[in-house]
């Protein structure tokens, strides 16, 4: 609706005049858009945190006029309206061929002075974000001395005019936080793509014939008429390899994600420019040769400031704050830190299974008892998997094969029912050698060095042939009949695992064997390759001696951020849940590079200094056990409750149609029924793919 006397958006449109040759600058409100000068759409910013969506145009041509541009964008952030439940808003300005649309999730000062998108009080620039910024008060003091006072508590009014002011490069560095946003300059006519250190917020993009999109999720980008929706078909290889999507790779041709620790400049003229701001590889070569050499118990103290602060700050809203807790580790250190902080129980929330050997929650009420918090507990059986898998396609958006999407799923759905914004302990394994797999692959590593090459060639070729055997139905029939404490499980798996591994015998190659879900992914996909990506700057992983750490470093650079992180915001956003991940506040991950490894790990317990910070708060005989893990038994269900589910994914036509392999899948889904092997991982990973694709009808 056009603005009209009374409206303050009109009588600000009087005030400042239409800007551009042919006035076409626009400005949308929640109700309509306006065509008026865009600095007019600047609000007063008093909204603070919010955890959002948001899409962009740019049209190279400048052919499309500012009312279509305002409707496309409207459309594409109108697909996020999960992300941002609470409202929406646009700004347009059709003489530079760009738009930006907003949803808002509000999350503190509750006022619709917050809105998005923001302009800067120069009116050079515009943006739209999604996070939580937690900066302190020396970036306002720094912008109140060069002249630029905030008018509210806003950090997206902060990260806009510290950007103003300094820079994005000199803003980025005093950011902490997690952030994605797009930052148009109408004075260069460039547009900037930010995403935060760690990757905990997406942000995708792609450049279709005049057409450059952006959206924090790829779903916004289908919306523009310019997208096309072929699969990428080396993307989906990789996919198989790994069961999620790397950045900065997308399951759509043409399409992107920005890097974490990346920002991207699009020029006018659509040239691109593309910077690493922050480089995980050299923080990590950094703390090595520079250890933190601190007693134990002054590095506990030096740990737990550092996580209280952040945690402090990850608590502040105007809306309920809860806590994820399984009972772990990491949850548990999270969860007694924010009871430390807080005057009344703090909320929170467990997932179980109704299979014991999947389910913590009794760890987890332990610790919620001793802690005193106000705890809920929902526990899962296969039908209630079953419901849920319709949704799985619309909320990640792209193929994502990680089994512990559904109970993230549904303990994000039980929190929401309670709060608005939740803490989540991710990011304690990687930080602090939290993961067993870490040390089976480094005793495995220095095995197969003392191997020589002959040896080794001869070893692979026996195991290969084990493999073989394993795989046989008459295999599966005997061992049946053995106890089950004794029974060999998933031996041609392992097998071929170590066959491969005796061929590779490089670190980084055996580590991603070891956690690959189907040896052979580009089989699965013909016609496709996946070429060689490099994995952060290579000369610097050379430089991490030890290989647990560098293990470490590369699940920072990829597994955390491209299926922890992933699975963690489009389950909880899918609720309109915020998420927070205190751990990786970018301050404690440059930390955890500098603790001495005995710090780490001690007489092969791992994660020793976190736990040292945890059994200040909780017993240790709470806390000691196995490590479990957050799965699922959908092992289990393929054969039971889901099982008519996934036979109709997997049946040849379907596969073909999906122009797969069917032949090798259809080999590995019977194994399973027949219980000869466990084919769990590499079948989930072409039944989320299958179910995504025919979601989206690809």
Not at 223 to 244: K, S
Not at 274 to 284: P, T, V
Not at 343 to 348: L, W
Not at 642 to 657: I, V
Request: glycine content about 8%; hydrophobic content about 40%; aromatic content about 8%.
């Amino acid at each position: 609706m056009y603005g009209r006397p009374g409206d303050s958006r009109f009588s600000l449109w009087l005030f400042f005049g239409a800007e551009g040759r042919h006035g076409q600058t626009a400005a949308c409100g929640g109700t309509g858009w306006a065509r008026m000068d865009a600095a007019a759409d600047l609000t007063a910013g008093k909204g603070h945190r919010r955890v959002c969506g948001f899409s962009a145009v740019l049209d190279l041509s400048a052919a499309t006029p500012a009312d279509q541009l305002a409707d496309l964008v409207r459309r594409m952030a109108r697909t996020l309206a999960h992300r941002g439940p609470d409202s929406d808003g646009c700004w347009v300005d059709g003489e530079a061929g760009v738009a930006l649309g907003f949803r808002r999730l509000a999350i503190q000062d509750l006022s619709q002075t917050g809105e998005q998108p923001m302009i800067s009080t120069c009116h050079r620039f515009v943006v739209v974000y999604n996070g939580e910024v937690t900066t302190d008060h020396a970036l306002k003091e720094q912008l109140q001395a060069r002249g630029r006072p905030l008018r509210g508590s806003s950090d997206t009014e902060l990260i806009l005019e510290s950007c103003a002011a300094f820079g994005v490069d000199a803003t980025i560095e005093r950011l902490v936080g997690m952030f994605a946003f797009a930052l148009w300059d109408r004075s260069l006519r460039r547009l900037t793509l930010v995403r935060d250190r760690i990757g905990i917020k997406p942000l995708y993009f792609g450049r279709f014939g005049h057409t450059v999109l952006i959206g924090s999720q790829p779903k916004c980008l289908r919306e523009h008429p310019a997208f096309e929706a072929a699969i990428d078909r080396d993307t989906l290889a990789r996919y198989f390899g790994l069961g999620y999507i790397p950045a900065p790779h997308s399951i759509y041709r043409g399409v992107r994600q920005v890097r974490p620790g990346h920002m991207i400049s699009i020029e006018a003229d659509g040239t691109l420019h593309e910077h690493r701001y922050w480089d995980a590889c050299r923080q990590a070569v950094a703390g090595a040769a520079a250890r933190d050499r601190l007693s134990d118990a002054g590095a506990a103290d030096r740990l737990e400031a550092l996580l209280s602060d952040s945690i402090g700050r990850q608590m502040v809203a105007d809306v309920p704050v809860g806590a994820f807790l399984s009972g772990g580790i990491d949850s548990s250190t999270v969860a007694a830190l924010m009871q430390a902080r807080s005057e009344r129980p703090i909320e929170t929330f467990a997932m179980g299974f109704d299979v014991p050997a999947f389910d913590e929650t009794s760890h987890a009420e332990a610790v919620a008892r001793h802690l005193r918090t106000s705890h809920s507990t929902f526990r899962v059986d296969g039908a209630t998997a079953r419901d849920l898998l319709p949704q799985l396609p619309d909320a990640y958006d792209e193929p994502f094969a990680d089994v512990s999407q559904i109970p993230t799923m549904l303990v994000s759905r039980l929190a929401r029912a309670h709060v608005k914004v939740v803490l989540s302990g991710d990011g304690g394994d990687e930080l602090f050698a939290g993961y067993p797999r870490y040390h089976r692959a480094a005793r495995l590593h220095r095995a197969i060095g003392q191997v020589p090459g002959p040896l080794r060639v001869a070893g692979a070729q026996v195991l290969d042939r084990l493999a073989r055997i394993a795989t046989r139905e008459g295999w599966g029939r005997v061992t049946a009949l053995m106890p089950a404490a004794v029974r060999p499980r998933r031996v041609a798996t392992r097998a071929s695992k170590l066959a491969q591994s005796l061929r590779e015998p490089g670190l980084e190659q055996l580590y991603f064997g070891m956690l690959r879900p189907w040896l052979d992914p580009a089989a699965l996909v013909p016609g496709s390759a996946i070429p060689a990506d490099p994995i952060g700057d290579g000369h610097a992983m050379r430089l991490i001696a030890d290989p647990v750490e560098r293990m470490q470093l590369i699940d920072l650079l990829t597994y955390l951020p491209d299926d922890i992180l992933t699975k963690l915001d489009r389950a909880s956003m899918a609720v309109g849940l915020e998420a927070r991940v205190p751990l990786l506040d970018h301050r404690v991950v440059e930390h955890a590079m500098r603790l001495p490894f005995d710090q780490k790990v001690r007489h092969g317990t791992s994660k020793w200094l976190l736990r040292e910070v945890l059994y200040r708060h909780v017993p240790r005989t709470l806390i000691e056990r196995p490590k479990m893990g957050f799965g699922a038994p959908v092992g289990a269900w393929l054969r039971g409750p889901l099982r008519d589910w996934a036979e109709s994914l997997l049946s040849t036509a379907s596969l073909e149609q999906a122009g797969l392999r069917a032949a090798p899948i259809r080999a590995c889904w019977k194994r399973h029924v027949d219980r000869i092997e466990d084919g769990q991982s590499p079948l989930w990973t072409v039944l989320m793919f299958q179910s995504w694709r025919q979601r989206w009808r690809l």
